[in-house]
């Protein structure tokens, strides 16, 4: 059979590759890995001296003496018409800010600081409100609310408890302008919080008569305790305030008893860190009943040891003397205690304008800035960055001092973590080897389940470190020292949501990074390591990169499934993984070094490309025909554009395919993202043998076929299914169902065929499975979601042939050497049945919540958490989720023209077409019903465009109707009979490996496409040694120029040369 799928010619290709085997020695991989990090964080401390010497000396030297430039010049930047400055900067006011050119000496320093490649962004701010950026800020306001966070992190690092006290008495209802004054604190409440980082701890009480602390009904521990300033407990302060009302009468008393009970209620030195602690008092008017204030504090501080300090904030003009000198005496605590310790003076402030309220209580944490602080201040962030990423940022910043010593202001430096620790970053892909860092309170800064952060709809938040690796904790602790050490241990990986796992031998080497509180680990599992292979290419030889705006190598375009194609050869794309550099994938033009091991994945690749143009059947069963590298390279057949969010390692195909090497893996159905609509596809591991224990993943190939085709195939390897009575339904190893008759005769125009599990389907077949064992439900941990995931596993290790239970009036079939079951089933048993379950998908990653009643489902549940803590109690070995995207819609390449003809038309209408035919033919359709669903008088085959799941009419997504059908189409060849799997591969891309190189860099250019072209596809031959580099040159050289003699073995690509580097 698997010679028939052509699986054992690939092997044996691959087998006969010469290749040496490196094993990974921890010891170098660590000590290359932190030199490397180590020279950055050297140059970080260079720039950022650099830049706080310039800022200080400008500022001592009487900055608002200095002639400022034109606003003019900064302005064009900003729209784009001009070339970019090297630096902007804005102020005082940043609602009437404008954009000015800032003194020469701060342009120079950022200028020279330009030369280190992962700083991103140099900032100067001020206390007086000027914001200079390098490069400059597009949307001012916007990034202002962003940085604000940042920078009082910078200014005052010390972390704080916090209470915010907020008067709802009925004075509150007051209206200034057409907004009452409780309405006003709510705003300036919610954009206090907003600055607020997770060092800090808070709490909100809100008063009249009595006291309330807002959703103390949702979480009981906000009542009692403060709440670590986490994201989520931030968002879900700011949501619950909003529904704050006016109330009665004025109490201040017991608003002030119940805030200082929050500080008795949780530890001074939260996580061994000393903290300061204030109350943030908001009224608009004295109390009406109760004790006196001042009295209250000295009462409750005696017991605290006077260590918190008061700040009142009098709203509104309905003040005199007398009682604004109340909310004063309150913040300096006159009648505190000093006995009992020093009294900490608060700030009062009256706001006379309540618009301005934000603003004051916005500079609460100038009274905790340290004026001898000159360490850095590292502040890490995560948000939307270009394509609609999430990118991991930090901010590296220190604090400006004035003559006198006085804090004015800080500098910071914004870089780039995929960049700033790309060694660290890149060994993710390796087989299963990993890296982590954390800092020396145990966060999380780099590990591998963080690794698609970009999946993530959060600004940023912070994991410690024991969640991820729960059976490392003496290693983590040592770390946390900055020691340096190894060991091992054995440790259990979870694939595809905890439906295959993996127990393996790993070893572990950790050291610090110099000058910073970090710490660096590297995993090793046992065995790993990578290979180069001894090839020597042919000069015939070619490679086509699938963007093909960007070269010029005369292709011929088709049409093929909607896409603008090629069929004269393959396309090949390279995600963020290939890079040396990912991070610059997204954010940069040019991209200079790729890993070195891309050169052999374009090598081995190219042979599918021969064995796919000799398939001349190739639209009579297959959609797509591709193969992708571990390292990040994708090859496709019909050639394509890919898009540019579209990464293969992180598609359900790729990772079942790794997690189960020797098994053919079926996933599906589900919605193409190359725009073809519903696909199944068929993927299978493609390793090296490198000793009898031990193989290497090179890569996944596979192949896309259509639904309908997947099902005649079925029903021809086993023609059980067509006796009377008798149905089959497909299950793969997950319980989800990969062919069901439902799929097929549907009875609406958007189907349900995606993510449909056997719990759902058939509920009784389902229990029957659990009962015997033969399904079991597995879970996973997904750390990030703070949810558990539940999974199902059907076994053939107890079962290797038919397992028929007459009595249940079902058969299950183990398909050999896949991940599949054929279910032959009595219809007359298993109908109208009720089902508790919902559809799901591992594409989509959409699940329903685990119910408590007895209802086996794929499901989650809820981490148990502390969310005042922002601890998850983690009581189980429960292994964690492999890290993964959702797979959100993918905006597909715009092609302009697709009245193209057929890349390969399979003739779906001449006469002789038949309904078997026509199901096993990728494009057509057998159109059986109206649009209304009413049978057609006349059934008939034609392109499944125009009758997609057989309906009339009705049309796939991404549907367009401009094709032109080819005159002269070649008929369908006859094929001859054969099972299931060999149907299901029936000229799967033989994949076998040979030669192609390529010494790629590109141009990425997503928005413009208007440079000269320049020859794509010339004979190249790999480097020897050391990273693949560019070299660039201006658009106007001509072609000639770009000779073999000159600068040795080349590739041209999009106005770039590639080169060895030696």
């Not at 290419?537 to 093909?548: A, D, I, L, N, V």
């Not at 390279?633 to 790729?654: A, M, N, S």
């Not at 989650?860 to 502390?866: D, L, T, W």
Request: hydrophobic share 35%; glycine share 4%; with cysteine.
């Amino acid at each position: 059979m698997r010679d028939t799928l052509g699986a054992n010619e690939l092997q044996a290709h691959i087998e006969h590759l010469h290749f040496t085997f490196h094993p990974l020695d921890g010891k170098k991989v660590l000590k290359e890995v932190t030199r490397s990090i180590n020279t950055r964080v050297t140059e970080n401390n260079n720039a950022l001296n650099l830049l706080k010497q310039a800022a200080e000396s400008t500022f001592a030297d009487s900055f608002a003496n200095h002639t400022v430039k034109t606003s003019k010049v900064c302005q064009k930047d900003l729209n784009g018409k001009a070339t970019p400055t090297v630096a902007c900067f804005w102020g005082p006011n940043q609602h009437s800010a404008k954009p000015m050119v800032p003194p020469f000496t701060i342009t120079n320093a950022m200028n020279e600081n330009k030369r280190v490649q992962h700083v991103k962004r140099q900032l100067i701010a001020t206390e007086e409100g000027q914001l200079f950026s390098s490069p400059p800020v597009k949307d001012y306001p916007r990034f202002y609310q962003q940085f604000r966070k940042v920078y009082i992190s910078a200014i005052s690092p010390v972390p704080k408890d916090i209470v915010i006290v907020i008067d709802r008495s009925g004075s509150m209802a007051r209206l200034h302008g057409n907004r009452s004054l409780l309405q006003i604190t709510i705003d300036a409440v919610t954009s206090l919080l907003d600055t607020l980082n997770e060092n800090d701890r808070v709490g909100v009480i809100v008063f009249d008569t009595g006291t309330v602390v807002p959703g103390v009904s949702i979480r009981k521990c906000v009542g009692t305790k403060l709440v670590k300033a986490s994201i989520e407990n931030i968002r879900f302060y700011q949501n619950i305030i909003q529904q704050i009302q006016t109330g009665a009468r004025c109490n201040y008393e017991l608003a002030l008893r119940d805030a200082f009970q929050f500080f008795r209620n949780s530890n001074y030195s939260f996580r061994g860190e000393k903290r300061e602690q204030v109350i943030m008092f908001l009224s608009d008017g004295l109390p009406t009943i109760g004790g006196d204030p001042v009295k209250v504090i000295a009462e409750e501080n005696k017991i605290l040891k006077n260590k918190v300090a008061v700040f009142t904030y009098a709203i509104g003009q309905s003040w005199n003397l007398t009682s604004l000198s109340v909310l004063r005496n309150m913040a300096w605590q006159v009648y505190s205690y000093p006995e009992y310790g020093e009294i900490k003076k608060g700030t009062f402030k009256h706001v006379v304008d309540p618009t301005k309220l934000k603003d004051e209580i916005g500079f609460y944490y100038r009274e905790f800035v340290s004026k001898e602080n000159d360490v850095a201040t590292i502040i890490f962030k995560q948000y939307k960055h270009l394509q609609k990423a999430y990118m991991p940022y930090m901010f590296v910043c220190k604090q400006l001092h004035d003559t006198n010593y006085t804090v004015f202001g800080v500098t910071c430096l914004e870089i780039s973590l995929t960049s700033f620790l790309r060694e660290p970053v890149i060994f993710y892909n390796e087989q299963h080897s990993y890296a982590f860092m954390i800092d020396g309170k145990g966060r999380t800064i780099l590990h591998s389940s963080l690794s698609k952060a970009s999946s993530l709809e959060a600004d940023e938040e912070f994991t410690r470190i024991e969640f991820f690796e729960r059976d490392k904790g003496p290693v983590v602790e040592s770390m946390k020292r900055g020691e340096v050490g190894q060991t091992f241990t054995y440790t259990t990986n979870a694939f595809s949501k905890g439906e295959t796992s993996l127990s393996q031998k790993i070893n572990v080497y950790w050291e610090p990074i110099l000058h910073t509180n970090f710490s660096l680990c590297v995993v090793i599992a046992d065995r790993d390591g990578t290979i180069t292979y001894n090839i020597t290419p042919s000069t015939q030889e070619r490679f086509h990169y699938h963007r093909g705006d960007a070269t010029t190598d005369n292709r011929k375009a088709c049409s093929h499934f909607n896409r603008q194609a090629v069929k004269e050869f393959s396309t090949v794309s390279l995600t963020p993984a290939a890079f040396i550099d990912p991070e610059l994938y997204w954010g940069s033009d040019d991209n200079p070094r790729l890993r070195p091991s891309i050169l052999d994945s374009v090598f081995i690749t190219y042979f599918a490309e021969e064995l796919w143009l000799n398939f001349h059947q190739h639209s009579s069963d297959t959609i797509w025909r591709f193969i992708g590298t571990i390292d990040g390279v994708l090859r496709v057949y019909p050639g394509i554009q890919i898009p540019d969010h579209y990464d293969h390692t992180q598609q359900p195909w790729f990772q079942k395919a790794l997690a189960s090497r020797d098994e053919v893996i079926v996933t599906g159905p589900y919605l193409d993202q190359w725009g073809s609509g519903h696909v199944i596809t068929i993927s299978k591991a493609i390793v090296k043998t490198i000793t009898k224990n031990n193989s290497f993943v090179v890569g996944v190939m596979a192949i896309d076929i259509s639904i309908t085709h997947f099902h005649q195939l079925l029903t021809d390897s086993y023609p059980i299914c067509k006796e009377f009575s008798t149905s089959c339904f497909v299950l793969d190893d997950t319980g989800y169902i990969a062919m069901h008759d439902d799929f097929v005769y549907v009875s609406t125009k958007v189907p349900t065929v995606e993510g449909v599990h056997i719990t759902q389907k058939n509920p009784a077949i389902a229990n029957h499975l659990l009962k015997n064992n033969i399904m079991t439900r597995r879970a996973c941990l997904d750390i990030l979601a703070k949810k558990t995931h539940y999974s199902f596993m059907v076994s053939r290790s107890h079962h290797r042939g038919e397992i028929n239970y007459s009595e249940e009036h079902y058969k299950l079939l183990p398909v050999p050497k896949s991940n599949l079951f054929v279910v032959v089933e009595d219809q007359r048993y298993f109908n109208n049945q009720e089902t508790c379950c919902s559809s799901t998908s591992t594409f989509t990653n959409e699940e329903q919540h685990c119910s408590k009643s007895d209802c086996p489902c794929v499901c989650f549940e809820e981490i148990p958490s502390n969310h005042c803590e922002d601890h998850l109690n983690l009581l189980s070995d429960t292994p964690l989720c492999p890290s993964s995207s959702s797979q959100t819609a993918i905006e597909l390449p715009h092609e302009t023209d697709r009245a193209l003809q057929l890349c390969f038309d399979p003739n779906c209408t001449r006469k002789s077409m038949q309904r078997r035919e026509c199901f096993k033919s990728a494009g057509c359709s057998w159109c059986s019903r109206a649009e209304n669903f009413t049978p057609l008088s006349e059934e008939y085959c034609t392109s499944r465009r125009d009758c997609y799941f057989g309906i009339k009419e009705n049309h796939p997504p991404n549907s367009n109707k401009k094709e032109k059908n080819s005159q002269h189409a070649p008929d369908d060849r006859n094929r001859l009979p054969i099972l299931l799997l060999a149907g299901l591969f029936c000229g799967v891309l033989v994949m076998t490996v040979v030669v192609v190189i390529i010494l790629l860099m590109l141009k990425r250019k997503r928005k413009n496409m208007n440079s000269k072209h320049i020859p794509a596809n010339l004979p190249v031959r790999p480097a020897e040694n050391g990273y693949v580099v560019a070299r660039v040159y201006p658009d106007g050289r001509p072609a000639a120029y770009f000779s073999r003699s000159q600068f040795g073995t080349v590739v041209y690509h999009h106005n770039f040369v590639f080169e060895n580097s030696t």
